[in-house]
């Protein structure tokens, strides 16, 4: 099968800005899904976007799938909403006319509630793009909350590889890539709250390390790195990264979780 896949938005156009950022994590899984589909035997067609307007990535996705004539055009989101209780998996499709689509929708849905998301279902639409603009079948699959504490701390646990090999498996609707990739950390090192952040509306290039109990401003790039390595080796996986804003501002809230500071705080 010819699938036409997209991690949505572009670098230069982002998409949701929760304690995740929806576009960079959504290109990590496209990586990531793009190659377990690929070694099942499926040809992936690339139509990711770097445009600098929404109009225009949109547009390019779909222009790229139906010009290669894909058979399946999957573009993956995060959602967003200003309830941090909100959460789940959902996925869109253009309407019902399709068995196919609605049982492969269904399934994918089915795959992340057995990974501990919550199934939000299939629903249909008319006026997205990637819908009404593809010449086949699509589906726009939004695997999880990007502003959950709850959805966000579970795709960190389980990681990009596992999220990728969910959407995979409920696509073919069979066991696809390698095994199961356990929901429970095995890796060496012990589970940590280590973390990057970044507030981006004050200095989106200024990067924080938290250590599980404090927060240090990094001075060199290659502090950043080092720390990565270390941890990586230890752990099997990269330091997860925040992008945050002042607006809202989840490293005053961290802060004050350890030590009942001041929200309004900023690291000097």
Same mark, same amino acid.
């Given at each position: 099968?010819?699938?036409?896949?997209?991690?949505?938005?572009?670098?230069?156009?982002?998409?949701? #800005?929760?304690?995740?950022? +929806?576009?960079?994590?959504?290109?990590?899984?496209?990586?990531?899904?793009?190659? !377990?589909?690929?070694?099942?035997?499926?040809?992936?067609?690339?139509?990711?976007?770097?445009?600098?307007?929404?109009?225009?990535?949109?547009?390019?996705?779909?222009?790229?799938?139906?010009?290669?004539?894909?058979?399946?055009?999957?573009?993956?989101? #995060?959602?967003?909403?200003?309830?941090?209780?909100?959460?789940?998996?959902?996925?869109?499709?253009?309407?019902?006319?399709?068995? #196919?689509?609605?049982?492969?929708?269904?399934?994918? /849905?089915?795959?992340?509630?057995?990974?501990?998301?919550?199934?939000?279902?299939?629903?249909?639409? %008319?006026?997205?793009?990637?819908?009404?603009?593809?010449?086949?079948?699509?589906? !726009?699959?939004?695997?999880?909350?990007?502003?959950?504490?709850?959805? %966000?701390?579970?795709?960190?646990?389980?990681?990009?590889?596992? !999220?990728?090999?969910?959407?995979?498996?409920?696509?073919?609707?069979?066991? !696809?890539?390698?095994?199961?990739?356990?929901?429970?950390?095995?890796?060496?090192? +012990?589970?940590?709250?280590? /973390?990057?952040?970044?507030?981006?509306?004050?200095?989106?290039?200024?990067?924080?390390?938290?250590?599980?109990?404090?927060?240090?401003?990094?001075?060199?790039?290659?502090?950043?790195?080092?720390?990565? +390595?270390?941890?990586?080796?230890?752990?099997?996986?990269?330091?997860?990264?925040?992008?945050?804003?002042?607006?809202?501002?989840?490293?005053?809230?961290?802060?004050?979780?350890?030590?009942?500071?001041?929200?309004?705080?900023?690291?000097?």
């Amino acid at each position: 099968m010819k699938i036409g896949l997209r991690g949505g938005h572009s670098p230069n156009c982002k998409g949701a #800005m929760g304690i995740i950022d +929806e576009q960079a994590e959504v290109r990590k899984i496209y990586h990531a899904l793009k190659t !377990i589909l690929e070694s099942a035997g499926h040809i992936v067609i690339d139509c990711n976007s770097d445009a600098r307007y929404a109009t225009a990535e949109l547009k390019e996705g779909t222009d790229k799938a139906n010009a290669a004539g894909c058979d399946v055009y999957m573009s993956i989101h #995060m959602n967003a909403a200003s309830n941090p209780a909100a959460g789940g998996t959902e996925i869109f499709l253009y309407d019902t006319c399709n068995l #196919m689509m609605n049982q492969t929708a269904g399934n994918i /849905c089915n795959k992340f509630a057995q990974a501990g998301f919550a199934n939000r279902g299939v629903k249909f639409s %008319t006026g997205y793009h990637d819908l009404s603009a593809s010449a086949m079948p699509a589906m !726009i699959v939004e695997t999880l909350f990007c502003t959950s504490v709850e959805d %966000t701390g579970r795709y960190f646990r389980i990681g990009v590889d596992r !999220i990728a090999q969910v959407i995979a498996e409920g696509f073919t609707g069979k066991a !696809i890539g390698a095994p199961d990739i356990p929901i429970l950390n095995t890796c060496k090192g +012990e589970i940590t709250m280590v /973390c990057f952040y970044r507030i981006t509306d004050l200095d989106k290039d200024k990067i924080y390390y938290f250590d599980g109990h404090h927060s240090y401003p990094l001075m060199h790039p290659d502090e950043r790195k080092v720390l990565n +390595e270390i941890y990586k080796a230890n752990n099997g996986k990269d330091i997860p990264e925040f992008f945050w804003t002042s607006k809202a501002p989840w490293f005053a809230r961290l802060k004050g979780a350890l030590d009942e500071t001041a929200s309004n705080f900023f690291v000097r």
